[in-house]
């Protein structure tokens, strides 16, 4: 069993006997602007993350190595690519079988085998391939590389920040649906959790599980330039869930997932026990908390107080 890596034909697409998987055309549909290439600087989940959820649900069709009757060879028509584009489609064939080779026009295998672990490095930027140069963004002097999607598609999204001093991991925030875990790789920092904060360095592992509204923030303030490996672990490897973010700071609330991003003010929270005494009562809730009563399908207006 292989994956074979074929160059699209001027001429139309290979006709072989085997499943074929059509890089060429998704990479045309979901990352137009670069196809057979990885923009570098990018936030990887949203720029190439349609066409990586594709792929990895096109081998789970046809690919695997418990899948009785398998056939022998996968083809991946592919456009050309650049080497960060080559690494990245041999990295995720690499998840679903242990042989990956290029192929020539008429099918047949060249040259060794492609496949690469998945492994990265956090020791040193690019040290492994090119794709880490790509992965690789820099914003306001913060520097974060992205593993994903060289760790493949599991419900961890991991990240290496660089915070140089006076700088600030994120937002003072809590998620009601990602685990996170932070190890500090270098440096000290000053780590705030609810309202406390303390001091936290180098080999220093912090754990903040979902669901509980703690919140956490990393602050580069110890005169030094502080490394953390970021580490969020989703319910469903596609980012599918809703999630809630609080900022307390901030004094805001965001609702995100698929098809739900919506912010509003974390003072308009209720505990929604006028919900519960008023369940089957018509009126509309306004934003300042105010309601005025309403005739709704089945629910009687409600009446004043």
């Known amino acids: 069993m292989a994956i074979y890596l074929q160059k699209s034909a001027a001429g139309g697409p290979p006709d072989p006997a085997h499943p074929v998987m059509r890089w060429d055309l998704a990479w045309s549909l979901f990352l137009p602007q670069h196809v057979g290439d990885i923009p570098k600087g990018i936030y990887p989940r949203g720029v190439i993350g349609d066409l990586t959820n594709w792929a990895w649900n096109e081998f789970s069709k046809i690919g695997g190595r418990l899948r009785p009757g398998r056939a022998p060879v996968i083809c991946c028509v592919v456009p050309p690519l650049t080497p960060a584009g080559e690494e990245y489609v041999?990295?995720?064939?690499?998840?679903?079988?242990?042989?990956?080779?290029?192929?020539?026009?008429?099918?047949?295998?060249?040259?060794?085998?492609?496949?690469?672990?998945?492994?990265?490095?956090?020791?040193?930027?690019?040290?492994?391939?090119?794709?880490?140069?790509?992965?690789?963004?820099?914003?306001?002097?913060?520097?974060?590389?992205?593993?994903?999607?060289q760790l493949g598609l599991g419900r961890l999204h991991a990240m290496l920040e660089t915070m140089e001093?006076?700088?600030?991991?994120?937002?003072?925030?809590?998620?009601?649906?990602?685990?996170?875990?932070?190890?500090?790789?270098?440096?000290?920092?000053?780590?705030?959790?609810?309202?406390?904060?303390?001091?936290?360095?180098?080999?220093?592992?912090?754990?903040?599980p979902s669901g509980l509204d703690l919140t956490s923030q990393i602050l580069a303030d110890q005169g030094e330039a502080v490394t953390i490996l970021d580490m969020e672990i989703w319910p469903d490897f596609r980012?599918?869930?809703?999630?809630?973010?609080?900022?307390?700071?901030?004094?805001?609330?965001?609702?995100?997932?698929?098809?739900?991003?919506?912010?509003?003010?974390?003072?308009?929270?209720?505990?929604?026990?006028?919900?519960?005494?008023?369940?089957d009562h018509g009126y509309r809730r306004?934003?300042?908390?105010?309601?005025?009563?309403?005739?709704?399908?089945?629910?009687?207006a409600r009446q004043k107080d």
């Open 239 to 279: 980012l599918r869930d809703k999630d809630v973010v609080h900022y307390p700071d901030f004094g805001e609330v965001i609702m995100r997932g698929r098809g739900w991003r919506a912010l509003f003010p974390d003072e308009s929270l209720d505990d929604g026990q006028d919900l519960l005494e008023h369940y």
């Open 165 to 208: 001093p006076g700088q600030a991991s994120a937002r003072l925030h809590s998620h009601s649906a990602v685990d996170e875990y932070y190890l500090i790789v270098d440096g000290k920092a000053t780590l705030r959790m609810g309202p406390h904060a303390f001091v936290v360095e180098k080999g220093h592992l912090i754990g903040k």
């Open 90 to 149: 041999v990295r995720l064939a690499s998840f679903w079988d242990d042989a990956v080779y290029w192929a020539s026009d008429d099918g047949a295998r060249t040259g060794s085998n492609l496949w690469r672990p998945p492994l990265v490095s956090i020791e040193g930027r690019g040290s492994y391939g090119e794709l880490d140069e790509r992965l690789t963004a820099e914003e306001d002097g913060a520097t974060t590389q992205f593993f994903y999607p």
């Open 286 to 300: 306004h934003r300042d908390g105010t309601w005025s009563p309403e005739d709704l399908p089945g629910a009687p």
